[in-house]
């Protein structure tokens, strides 16, 4: 397929964007002490990360992340398929979902903190917690979504209700699903950093502001690079992998 | 009839999750969780109190300020990319792939150019509005239906009278959802910066609440920042559900 006009032209502009920083930077338009320049941070990323300084707390957020988006997938998931065979339930469940991702919910991590003591617990907890609703949400989009023709296909082939489920239900369901993970994915990640930032005993988050604390721009600012690496190229994982998905169904189709 | 019963079954949730407070209460003990009626009582005693009125306008100064700048900046990009084609697919993946990065890591970099001020609160909270805000203008700007267009030319009307009675309404169910979650993300970025750093605000405090173990006031100033943000959600859902009605 190759790269498109727009997509060479994108390149460009952030090209030109990073090198411009990295001319403000070395001129001395822009404090040292401020933002250092933007190759001195990956050279800084590449010798923290040969060092291993910082691998075991590196290794224990990312762990933190992904246990945090198992428990919301798999618990977001079941919940949602339970809200949706109660529509009394989720009825009365619908208000709150409206509301959850306009209210700041980190204002009770404090209150985590203080019950469940400086640990990884809380932190978890907040990253399910910014995620697993998301997850519920796409679980009733999913299973709304499903076309009542199927139901009809699985009597008409005196299918079991789990076979049902697994052969026809859930992949009619699964696009839906699927925006759920990514979501999930991206949230949680948000999570468990932001409660990191504000108060943790270890992790990336607690890392870098300590190098903040201790004017360590070097080591702040290659965190920072890995830590905005890491979530660009995640989110375009997903977004390529959904991508394909939706063509795929779109092939099908026709 | 069924508005009432939705009503009664939103108010059981909202006994449940009272109940579910209560028992966790006596899970864990009051000094980590205040039981719901101490916290109840605690709240009438603390909210007309002047360190609550000044703290509550210090967050609600900062956020105003926050709020202006996200809409005036990301109705700029969001307008600016919905007319010129080629910024906007340019700029859309970018705008993108900042909008689901963590913003709080990038506080430090706030705070070394602005210092422990108002401004650095400021540029943070409407470091998290701008996006959303830009991200759905541009969204209603691109899916106007060609036909609008067109009549507005068979029309004759003059390029000023197209934006007032064509662009504008079309465009303004989805601007105002665009506002919507510009005003809740604003709100959380103001909140993060007085929680990570600050000598004034609600977010900062619940974080000096927490050290000192103040169970009440901790969950106090949590639940009048879930409440307002709730009600303002829920109005500007309101106008939102309206102007999709409205011709």
Known sequence: ?254 | MTAVKRAADSLIIVIVLLLAWQALHQLVGATALPAPLPTLAYFGKFLPSGRFAENAWATLVCFFYALLLSYAIGLGIGIWMGLHRLSGAVGEPILISVYTLPKVTLYPVVLLIFGLSLSGRVTFGAMHGVLPVALLTMGAIRNIPPVYLKSARTLRLSQWQTIATVLFPATLPEVVAGLRIGFSLTLLGVLLAEMFAAKQGLGFLIINAMQLLQGEEMLTVAIVLFAFAALANALLLWIEHRLHRSP
């Open chain 1, 1 to 254: 397929m190759g790269m498109t006009r727009v997509g060479w032209i994108r390149i460009a502009v952030l090209t030109i964007a990073i090198g411009l920083l990295e001319l403000c930077c070395r001129v001395g338009f822009i404090d040292r002490r401020v933002l250092i320049p933007p190759s001195e941070m990956a050279d800084a990323l590449v010798q923290l990360l040969i060092s291993g300084q910082f691998n075991d707390q590196i290794v224990r957020t990312f762990a933190i992340v992904i246990v945090a988006v198992l428990i919301s997938v798999v618990l977001g998931f079941a919940l949602g398929a339970l809200i949706h065979a109660l529509p009394r339930v989720r009825h009365a469940l619908d208000p709150f979902f409206a509301t959850y991702y306009a209210v700041p919910i980190f204002i009770f991590y404090p209150v985590l903190i203080v019950i469940f003591g400086l640990s990884a617990m809380p932190i978890v907890l907040m990253g399910v917690a910014t995620a697993i609703v998301a997850m519920i949400i796409a679980t009733l989009n999913g299973l709304d979504r499903i076309p009542r023709v199927l139901t009809k296909v699985a009597r008409v082939h005196h299918m079991g209700t789990i076979a049902t489920a697994l052969l026809l239900k859930l992949p009619a369901a699964a696009p839906h699903l699927f925006t759920g993970v990514k979501l999930a994915v991206s949230y949680a990640f948000i999570g468990v950093i932001a409660s990191e930032f504000i108060l943790a005993p270890s992790g990336l988050g607690r890392v870098i502001s300590d190098a903040y604390s201790d004017f360590n721009n070097r080591r702040m600012y290659a965190l920072m690079l890995l830590l905005i690496i890491v979530a660009t190229v995640v989110n375009m994982l997903l977004h390529v992998f959904d991508q394909r998905w939706a063509e795929r169904r779109g092939i099908g189709k026709s």
